[in-house]
C-alpha cells in the first residue's frame, strides 16, 4: 500500500464538511463525525495511560488491545455499512474484566477518580468511553449501526473500571473510597 496520507493539507474541509471512508462528505458537526471524534478521543485518552510509568505488563497488553479494537470501530465509524467489530471483540473484552475483577475485592461503596496517575487516567478514559457510547446510541437513531459495536463500548467501559480499580490497589495499595459521612 502506498502512503495513505501523503497530503495533509488538503482544504477540502474548509467549508465545514469532511469525508467519510466511503467518498461521501458529510457536515463536520455531525452525528457520526461526532462518534468518530469521541472514539478518536478515546484512544488518546488510552494511548495517555499506556505513557504512564509502571503500568503492569498484563494491563498493558490489554490497553493495546484495546487501542487496535477502537481504531477498528472508528472505521466502521467512518464507513457506513462496514463492519468491523465482531463477537470475538466482546468475548474477549468480557474475558478481560472477568480475569482482572477477580483479583479485586467486592465493592462495599462508591469509588472516586483517582488512586495514581495511571488510576486517574483510567477513570478518564472510562467517562470518555460512557460519552463515546451516549454518541454513538444518538447516531444510531438517525442511521443504523451495528449492535456490536454499542455492546462493545458497553463492555470497554466496564472494563476501564475494573482496570482503574486494579491501578489504583496497584499505585496506592488502594482505591479512593467515597466518605458519606465526611463532615460528620
Known sequence: MGNRLSKIIT???????????DGSRVDKDSARIEAVGTVDELNSCVGLLLAAPGLPADIAHCLFRVQHDLFDLGGELAVPGYTMVTDAHIEKIEADVETFNATLPPLKEFILPGGGLAAAHCHLAR??????????????????????????????SDLL?????????????SEILWNRKRFE
Open 127 to 156: 467517562t470518555i468511553a460512557r460519552r463515546t457510547e451516549r454518541r454513538c446510541w444518538t447516531l444510531s437513531k438517525l442511521e443504523p449501526l451495528s449492535p456490536l459495536l454499542l455492546v462493545y463500548l458497553n463492555r470497554l
Open 11 to 21: 482544504r477540502t474541509g474548509d467549508e465545514g464538511t469532511t469525508g467519510l471512508g
Open 161 to 173: 473500571f475494573v482496570l482503574a480499580r486494579a491501578l489504583a490497589r496497584h499505585e496506592h495499595g
